[in-house]
């Protein structure tokens, strides 16, 4: 299916761009998101799959997608 182009964060990242990037662009299948889980989150949770590989040991919150840690 389509490829949503990456995006590179400084932190504090507002995640609904990409969200809103999928769902303009039509035909994706899910989305991978590497992050810190430190950041904005859109009100509703995306109709498509969602994968957060979480950089780092600290907590993160993330009310919804399937979580993994990426070993250090």
């Known amino acids: 299916g389509p490829r ?3 995006l590179l964060g400084g932190g ?3 995640f609904t761009p990409v969200f809103a990037e999928a769902r303009a662009r039509g035909g994706v299948d899910g ?3 590497f992050t810190d889980g430190r950041g904005a989150l859109p ?3 995306p109709d498509l799959p969602v994968l957060w ?3 780092h ?3 993160a919150e993330l009310p919804w997608g399937a979580v993994v840690r990426l070993p250090a």
């Open 12 to 14: 504090d990242t507002d």
């Open 31 to 33: 989305v991978v998101y």
């Open 53 to 55: 590989v979480i950089t």
């Open 43 to 45: 009100t509703m949770p």
């Open 4 to 6: 949503v182009a990456s």
């Open 57 to 59: 040991d600290d907590p």
